[in-house]
């Protein structure tokens, strides 16, 4: 059974920081894409982060700077760093795999991030 588990959400100030988590079991986590989406309530989901499984990260050009991506192959998990928030950052934000060779894609629950100005 995949299992994706965020963690790592909460509430904090404007220019505070989160890490978030995202760990990994049920897959061979070494072929799979690790993606950091977020979504606001009656918006589209939106990309915030992604890493491939060889370790390249990619950002959305106005997150670039203030966010980073990792991934931890011994611990199976993914995390996304949030330095310098802002109140427009409050999102759900959700961890997905997508697989680097074949067509798997998983999703988790979602932690909540809300930034106070």
């Known amino acids: 059974q995949v299992q994706l588990v965020e963690s790592g959400g909460g509430l904090v100030q404007a220019g505070g920081s989160l890490r978030l988590s995202c760990a990994a079991s049920g897959i061979t986590f070494s072929v799979f894409d690790m993606n950091w989406y977020r979504q606001v309530p009656g918006k589209q989901r939106e990309l915030v982060a992604g890493?491939?499984?060889?370790?390249?990260?990619n950002y959305v050009d106005s997150l670039k700077g203030r966010f980073t991506i990792s991934r931890d192959s011994a611990k199976n998990t993914v995390y996304l760093q949030m330095n310098n928030l802002k109140p427009e950052d409050t999102a759900a934000y959700l961890c997905?795999?997508?697989?680097?060779?074949?067509?798997?894609?998983?999703w988790g629950q979602g932690t909540q991030v809300t930034v106070s100005s």
């Open positions: 997905n795999a997508r697989g680097t060779y074949f067509h798997s894609n998983y």
């Open positions: 890493i491939t499984s060889g370790g390249k990260s």
